[in-house]
């Protein structure tokens, strides 16, 4: 072999210098334009009520329903859309246009993670300590519960007002009561919380033929450390 490979030619060793050369060439381009545009992000979720105490889990209807005291935390890195307490209304609004009594609500945007762009709503018996417009990051205080009724709820909103995620899919409870039932984004909701740490809701009535919108994300195999 190395008699054979001293005797090529001097023409084919530098035509294979110059092909090595621009493969080589080729690559650093490739290499340099891979690093202007690859970006690396970092996320993490939190459990909203880790700080929560006497915290006790309720029944799953639009959202998830819980009592005790203390500091509510954002899920992730967010931007806060509705802060308000004035959205006090008839059962026949919530979840539409308004909420119960007192009337304080919190809505914000997850910017980062898997449910980077879905909207969470934060509500009942609460003190709001953020302010429309603001961003926030993952575990940061954005809301205080208060123990009494009605307990607090937490789940999938749609981005526009008061509204729920189940209230825009036509899944709230029929009747009287809109969370008189487990509705599907209720129970998905749930799970986010219980992969998050928090103790789970209970199921009252799960309605037939409800799912997810299409390609709504799915939880990561392995759970955040925070």
């Not at 954005?142 to 709820?153: R, Y």
């Amino acid at each position: 072999m190395v008699e054979y490979v001293s005797g090529v030619t001097t023409g084919l060793i530098r035509a294979v210098a110059a092909v090595v050369a621009s493969s080589v060439a080729i690559v650093a381009l490739a290499g340099a334009a891979s690093a202007r545009t690859v970006r690396h992000t970092a996320w993490k979720y939190v459990n909203p009520l880790r700080e929560v105490a006497n915290l006790q889990p309720s029944r799953i209807d639009m959202g998830v329903d819980y009592s005790g005291s203390g500091p509510i935390l954002a899920i992730g890195r967010a931007k806060v859309v509705l802060a308000t307490d004035k959205l006090a209304g008839p059962e026949s609004c919530w979840g539409k246009t308004c909420v119960p009594p007192p009337g304080d609500m919190i809505v914000y945007r997850l910017l980062d993670g898997p449910f980077a762009g879905k909207y969470v709503y934060v509500v009942e018996h609460i003190t709001i300590g953020v302010k429309a417009g603001e961003t926030v990051s993952a575990g940061q205080r954005i809301a205080t519960l208060h123990e009494g009724s009605p307990n607090l709820e937490m789940g999938w909103a749609s981005g526009h007002g008061a509204q729920t995620l189940a209230v825009a899919r036509g899944h709230q409870g029929r009747g009287g009561d809109p969370g008189g039932w487990s509705s599907i984004e209720g129970r998905n909701f749930d799970s986010l919380l219980v992969w998050l740490g928090a103790p789970s809701g209970y199921v009252t009535m799960i309605p037939a033929n409800q799912r997810m919108p299409s390609g709504w994300p799915v939880l990561p195999a392995r759970r955040t450390r925070a």
